[in-house]
């Protein structure tokens, strides 16, 4: 299985700041990367696919990089409804893998 | 608008069997493969299984394969995830989830419902 490896666990940041989350797989999984954002009590929502791409409606102040096993989501200002948990997935092959998830806090 | 409702949720004993639904609306659900994730209390996310658009490809992970079968009925708009031999460990949230599809290829999860809780315990 493809392990997803999320760094930090936790991330205390202040609204405006430019924080980046990493994700690192232990092999590679070509472009096949998500980002996932989770608020209480509430199902996740794709913010990034295919490491890049923005999905329909997500702000653009969420972006992603990387390639093959190193990939970061970078919000370039943070907003109050940021603080949440965030996850890397990979989809490049069975089992789908999840990072163990980001928890973005207020400082 | 995409929704995907979860159902069948419950109390379970260990070994018991419990049967999720997913109704789906607001697309044409046949042509779109679908999956189960689970995310226990306090945890993180895990994938459960998927099935392809037509059903006639199916994929779980190693900690439920041979307990749990995944199933849809395209006439119905429904998925299904039959769960026998229920563990603690399986105790979770449930959520359906869509996954975006192009020409029977599926990719990331585009929709997800807002889950049902499974209980495993005596």
């Known amino acids: 299985d493809i392990q997803m490896t999320q760094s930090p666990s936790t991330l205390s940041a202040s609204v405006g700041d430019r924080v980046t989350i990493t994700c690192r797989a232990s092999q590679s999984i070509r472009s096949w990367l998500a980002w996932y954002q989770q608020k209480p009590r509430k199902a996740p929502n794709v913010l990034i696919y295919?490491?890049?791409s923005l999905e329909g409606g997500v702000p653009s102040r969420f972006s992603g990089s990387g390639s093959g096993t190193e990939f970061t989501l970078t919000i370039s200002s943070l907003q109050p409804d940021d603080f949440a948990t965030y996850y890397c997935q990979q989809y490049d092959s069975y089992p789908y893998t999840f990072g163990q998830g980001t928890k973005l806090e207020i400082k | 608008e995409v929704q995907l409702l979860e159902s069948g949720g419950g109390l379970a004993q260990p070994g018991g069997s419990l049967r999720l639904s997913c109704v789906v609306s607001g697309l044409t659900f046949s042509s779109y493969a679908m999956s189960w994730v689970r995310q226990a209390p306090g945890k993180g996310l895990e994938w459960v299984s998927v099935?392809?658009?037509?059903?006639?490809?199916?994929y779980y992970a190693d900690s439920v394969k041979g307990r749990f079968t995944i199933s849809r009925d395209n006439s119905k708009n429904t998925l299904y995830l039959q769960m026998n031999s229920l563990r603690a460990e399986d105790t979770a949230l449930y959520y359906c989830?869509?996954?975006?599809?192009?020409?029977?290829?599926?990719?990331?999860?585009?929709?997800w419902g807002q889950g049902t809780r499974v209980t495993v315990s005596s």
């Open positions: 989830a869509k996954h975006t599809t192009y020409n029977h290829d599926w990719y990331h999860f585009d929709y």
């Open positions: 295919k490491v890049s």
């Open positions: 099935i392809s658009d037509s059903g006639g490809r199916t």
